[in-house]
């Protein structure tokens, strides 16, 4: 009679333990990539919150913004713009809203983490209604750059 075995091979165990290697590998090297984009998307969120209330602020003043150049826009509230909560940068660190207005008209940038082809990318937000990435930061004037 035969003797069976039972189990692997040092073989198969060897192979099967390669290929989660690999597998692990990549889901690891994607991870910050996708963090980056979840902050971003956070960033953009915030900047349209910052946008709904410029806008309630603008119908109580006669279609006046509040008056700065290259400020951070969380400077502005709660007391201007009556945000009970003022949303910052999602990563803690030191990034602002920037915010520029003559009073007729604003822009919000932000930057972003995610890279287009390694160069930098703005999120901006207009007065107008305008929104969208730019490969340049702020540059203080309230004229949408879109």
């Not at 090297?29 to 603008?58: F, G, T, W």
């Not at 008056?67 to 990034?95: K, W």
């Not at 009073?103 to 390694?118: D, K, M």
């Amino acid at each position: 009679m035969k003797k069976i075995k039972k189990g692997f091979t040092l073989v198969e165990l060897t192979l099967v333990m390669a290929v989660l290697g690999v597998l692990v590998t990549i889901v690891v090297s994607s991870y910050p990539n996708a963090r980056k984009h979840a902050r971003d998307s956070q960033r953009i969120s915030d900047i349209k919150q910052y946008q709904a209330a410029l806008e309630v602020y603008a119908n109580a003043n006669n279609g006046s913004y509040p008056i700065g150049s290259g400020i951070d826009i969380s400077t502005l509230c709660p007391a201007t713009l009556n945000l009970p909560i003022c949303p910052n940068d999602p990563s803690g660190g030191s990034a602002i809203y920037s915010y520029s207005s003559d009073g007729r008209r604003f822009v919000i940038y932000t930057a972003l983490e995610a890279r287009n082809a390694g160069s930098a990318q703005w999120f901006v937000v207009c007065s107008s209604g305008s929104s969208g990435n730019i490969s340049t930061g702020p540059t203080g004037s309230s004229a949408c750059p879109l």
